[in-house]
């Protein structure tokens, strides 16, 4: 530094003798000499030693300019900077506050999952309903007991032990079922799932008594006690049976079950769509008669899977897929045929009742009184509804009743609940409903099999969830469960058939809350379930004074959620309302949804927060709800530091026909131009990174993120994981898909206008994921082979695919379910982070 001081002063000193460089530093000794010969050469030599002091200062200063720069952008980023990660899968720990964030870890430890104790009432056909002592059946210490909400020092031991022998052979226990007079009981072994409801299983009959145990039958696919607890109806190989329990003999009731011919057995689609279980058996109350249904599927159209690891632990390696068939009416193909058929336990006679039409479906059939019974029948399209009160003689049989709905579609419930006759004259057997009114569904009364006319008992824009919860038949008071006060709640009511449309509350309206409720025999007594939005509970109510709640104890208060709760950074869940604008006919379209916000969130921050955006959609559905829960949406908003939406747009259920029936024919369209403008909402937030924005879902899920990215061409959503998806609704079954669609020939510009058909519009996003279980019933893999191939024409690379062997529509064989939620997070993360930018490679 001193050097260049002196240059600075003295220009025209110039160095005599030898300069010494040492260390990057020049000492030299000047001598002032005007008029010598070599004047020039030392101004030449002071030139060039100035030029090199020159850059080395130049480059002091830039170096300096640089690192000024790095600690100001590390202190102060500028307002557009974009975060060059946000994935962190391994930060368990907010290093804010120091708690923990939640992870999957978190969720599968169970730390902050509430747990919902089963209680199942005991039911009499014959009891004195006055009488009511709040009879249950639990499973407590490896006991199956009986106990009473009234006395509680009242308890009786049906069986003890999770095993038991048999022929010197130990036996699981898969499931225990007591007769309604608690004297025997069912326990099921070796169950082998077909269905999502059905199973083939062997059954053992214990005598409570004397805990002896002897076989009923092996193989049996459906299994029923009789209300008078004597009897067992039973199906083997599709044809029905009747077990008398004290006789220890059996009645065969049918002898043409096979492959194509369902007694007392729901098929596929009738298990499915319909029915919703297994059992196709209704006793009548006094035991002597049994409706069954009688399903011919001989003209239904095959569907074939291939399951390829299904070998036991141990063996060998199948070295050819086992393939199995399944009768699977897609839209537009034949329906299996349906009959009604009545057998007469003591003259062992059976009658029969055709529907008007073959294609015809039957919803639901209720036993009013001994000797009549009520079906429902809908057309195939779901257009109208027919109620028929037949009896079990099958000389009767009468409409009572038709309703009609072109706008919209008959949803497929089972809500009808008996209401026998009162202590008066002239009363008659009658039923409660829930049938659409003023474009709500609400309760009602029909007093009488011989007409339509019916008593309402709810009216306002809300809606039953549900049904009837219970029927008081001494007070002839009606529970139920509805959203008066909100759309996305759920409270308990009551309403008198005495004092039709006067509603009294249940539960504390006054705090949000999401409930449900199951009676006793009497309904003197509930098991009431509060489900959110704070910590789950149950307890048991007893309703004898004057109705109101008296809250006798706590079944489950979720005390270990409530001491983890504070030890985690639980991303915060606001719901609201959004105001997309105006529909077609200029009506402002209103939405219900939730955001959920990354830990130590800032709005104040430019461009920086990915959207994750979640819904299923199907019609009538809900994912809106104030129900507690932690899972994958808290993952997503912790671990990727992402914004969480989901939001339930148009078609979906609880605000009434308007809001959900203008997607008949024309699925995902309007559920589409939803998500976009609810997306677009977003990305104009200032704090959105509106380049990662993403869209998942399953099932009708899966098929919603496609079709919205269909219409959407990446201008909106960058990126879309579809699980489980219907691509073409041709490939889907006919009950669920003809309900909303109609049938191909009268809506095949529906059809086509509402299918996965675009992929090159599709892949114009940044990259799409696609997963499904190669083993699923239900959304056959062949709408994922259908997608690929369209990915495969138009020359996408931009897109992944995951399969599942073996894994039905819930991909779970052997785990599969945690990968999936895994690689779910996983790929989401690498989008968020930018790792998919520029790559179009598989």
């Known amino acids: 530094m001193s050097q260049d001081r002196n240059n600075q002063e ?41 030029k090199y002091v020159l850059i080395y200062a130049l480059l002091l200063i830039y170096g300096l300019f640089l690192l000024f720069t790095v600690i100001n952008k590390l202190t102060n980023p500028p307002p557009d900077d974009k975060p060059k990660k946000v994935l962190d899968f391994h930060e368990s720990v907010n290093p804010v506050n ?97 269905w999502r409801h059905s199973f083939h299983a062997d059954y053992y009959i214990l005598n409570v008594a004397t805990q002896k145990i002897h076989l009923l039958g092996k193989n049996l696919t459906m299994v029923s006690f009789s209300p008078d607890s004597e009897k067992i109806g039973y199906v083997l190989n599709n044809d ?148 028929f009160a037949m009896d079990v003689n099958g000389s009767d049989k009468i409409l009572q009743r038709l309703q009609f709905d072109d706008e919209e579609w008959i949803e497929l419930t089972h809500y009808t609940t008996h209401v026998p006759p009162f202590k008066k004259d002239g009363d008659t057997d009658g039923y409660l409903d829930v049938i659409p009114i003023s474009g709500f569904n609400h309760l ?7 007409s339509d ?34 759309s996305i709640e759920r409270h308990l009511y009551y309403v008198s058939l005495n004092e039709p449309l006067k509603i009294h509350e249940v539960t504390d309206v006054s705090k949000d809350g999401y409930y449900t409720a199951s009676f006793s025999s009497g309904s003197r007594f509930a098991l009431l379930n509060y489900m959110g939005p704070e910590v789950p509970y149950q307890k048991v109510v007893d309703f004898k004074d004057e109705n109101k709640a008296k809250t006798l104890y706590y079944l489950e208060e979720n005390k270990k959620v409530e001491k983890n709760l504070p030890l985690y950074d639980i991303p915060k869940k606001y719901f609201q309302t959004l105001n997309i604008g105006p529909d077609a006919n200029g009506d402002d379209i209103i939405l219900n949804s939730f955001e959920i916000l990354p830990n130590n969130f800032d709005p104040n921050l430019k461009n920086r927060y990915p959207v994750f955006f979640f819904g299923y959609n199907g019609p009538n559905s809900q994912q809106v709800n104030k129900v507690f829960s932690i899972g994958l949406n808290e993952v997503i908003a912790s671990q990727l530091n992402a914004i969480f939406v989901c939001v339930d747009t148009r078609g979906t259920g ?101 299918s996965i058909y675009n992929a090159s519009n599709i892949f114009q996003a940044q990259r799409v994921l696609l997963m499904h279980g190669l083993g699923d019933d239900n959304v056959h893999f062949q709408n ?16 992944d695919v995951k399969v599942f062997p073996d894994s039905d529509h819930s991909i779970s064989y052997h785990g599969a379910y945690d990968l999936v939620m895994d690689q779910l997070v996983s790929w989401a993360g690498q989008a968020f982070n930018g790792d998919f930018e520029g790559r179009w490679d598989y």
């Open 98 to 194: 120091g708690l923990k964030k939640i992870s999957f870890d978190t969720v599968r430890m169970g730390d902050l999952k509430p747990t919902y104790k089963p209680l199942q009432w005991l039911i009499s056909n014959g009891e004195d309903h006055s009488e009511d002592k709040g009879l249950y059946s639990t499973f407590i210490d490896d006991k199956y007991l009986i106990k009473s909400v009234s006395e509680s020092k009242y308890e009786k031991l049906l069986f003890q032990g999770k095993t038991f022998k048999y022929d010197n052979h130990e036996k699981k226990v898969d499931d225990f079922k007591s007769s309604p007079d608690l004297k025997y009981a069912l326990l099921r072994t070796n169950s082998k799932r077909l």
């Open 453 to 486: 006319n019916y008593i309402q008992l709810t009216s306002g824009q809300w809606e039953v969830v549900d049904g009837v919860a219970s029927f008081d038949k001494q007070k002839r008071i009606v529970w139920f469960i509805s959203t008066k006060k909100s």
């Open 240 to 387: 029905l049976y009747i077990h008398n329990i004290l006789t220890e003999s059996f009645q065969r009731v049918t002898e043409t079950g096979s492959k194509n011919i369902f007694n007392g057995k729901a098929d596929w689609v009738y298990e499915e769509e319909i029915l919703e279980s297994d059992k196709a058996v209704w006793w009548s109350p006094n035991s002597k008669h049994i409706t069954f249904l009688n399903i011919d599927e001989t003209e239904v159209d095959e569907y074939s899977i291939n399951y390829y690891v299904q070998q036991e632990p141990g063996e060998q390696i199948s070295r050819y897929p086992d393939l199995k068939t399944i009768k699977y009416p897609k839209s537009g193909t034949p329906n299996p045929v349906a009959n009604i058929k009545v057998f007469s336990l003591e003259s062992e006679k059976t009658v029969t009742y055709k529907l008007d039409e073959p294609t015809q479906l039957i919803n639901e059939i209720v036993y009013l009184g001994d000797s009549k019974f009520i079906a429902k029948i809908t057309d195939r399209t779901a257009k109208y509804l027919k109620v």
């Open 654 to 754: 609880f605000l009434g026909k308007k809001h959900r029936s203008l997607v008949r024919d024309k699925l995902g369209q309007h559920e589409s131009d939803d998500f976009i403008k609810v997306a677009k909402h977003y990305t104009a937030k200032p704090y959105v990174n509106a380049e990662k924005t993403l869209i998942y879902g399953w099932s009708y899920g899966g098929f919603m993120s496609l079709f919205t990215l269909q219409k959407d061409c990446g201008e909106t959503f960058k990126y879309a994981i579809s699980v489980a998806p219907v691509t073409n609704w041709l490939l889907y079954d006919s009950v669920y898909t003809e309900r909303y669609m109609s049938l191909p020939k009268d809506n095949a510009k529906g059809y086509n206008e509402s």
């Open 784 to 799: 994922a082979a259908n997608f690929i191939d369209q990915a495969i024409v138009s020359k996408a690379k931009n897109f």
């Open 10 to 50: 003295g220009y025209n000193s110039i160095p005599t003798g030898n300069s010494d460089i040492e260390g990057g530093d020049m000492h030299t000794t000047t001598t002032i000499i005007p008029n010598s010969k070599n004047f020039i050469d030392s101004v030449v030599f002071q030139f060039h030693r100035l």
């Open 444 to 450: 009602v009364y029909f007093p009488n099999l011989h």
